[in-house]
């Protein structure tokens, strides 16, 4: 048909779109634009995911630190640099964690400093006091009982629970209920 095809009167211009393949590659065009669109909005789900997973993993460390302190097998130098070590980088992720969340979702910022809060404030006496307590010596010495806080596995749930509102359309809805006044 052609462009003799095209001139005819009976001939619309969508059959001279379909017939030069333009529909075509406007089809194909969308298809892969579609496709790289949702690769990466995959690729950044996964990324935030872990993200909050490693921010979770900190938390709980935090609030198991005074049992590290307290099972130190000496106050060696060595020994004594590598809690301290331990204790400056924990630090650092907690700070590290902050500052992404601020910049990425304000909400789940302030709620994971809330639980940051509260796990320092129940764990801080624990971790004065894990240093004050002699080196473990001997395996039984590492059972160290009912000895170290407790009940921080609801606090930190709490932080698991909330990152689920982060993701899907959980979190349009989140994001609409917190403006409210």
């Not at 993200?51 to 709980?60: F, N, V």
């Not at 099972?71 to 500052?99: F, G, K, N």
Request: aromatic share 8%; glycine share 6%.
């Amino acid at each position: 048909m052609g462009i003799a095809a095209a001139n005819s009167e009976d001939t619309s211009i969508l059959d001279v779109l379909d017939q030069t393949g333009v529909f075509t590659v406007a089809g194909a065009i969308i298809l892969a634009t579609l496709t790289y669109a949702l690769g990466v909005s995959s690729a950044r789900r996964k990324e935030r995911r872990e993200r909050y997973s490693d921010m979770s993993a900190t938390l709980a460390a935090w609030a198991e630190l005074p049992f590290r302190i307290r099972r130190r097998t000496s106050d060696e130098p060595a020994t004594l640099t590598a809690l301290v070590a331990h204790v400056t980088e924990l630090q650092e992720c907690l700070r590290r964690d902050q500052a992404y969340l601020r910049a990425e979702c304000v909400w789940l910022a302030e709620r994971r400093d809330e639980v940051q809060t509260n796990i320092q404030r129940v764990v801080g006496p624990w971790i004065n006091e894990a240093w004050t307590l002699p080196p473990c010596s001997t395996p039984a010495s590492m059972n160290i009982g009912k000895w170290g806080p407790e009940g921080l596995e609801g606090t930190l749930n709490s932080f698991s629970c909330e990152l689920k509102w982060r993701f899907g359309w959980r979190w349009m809805v989140r994001r609409v209920v917190h403006r409210l006044p």
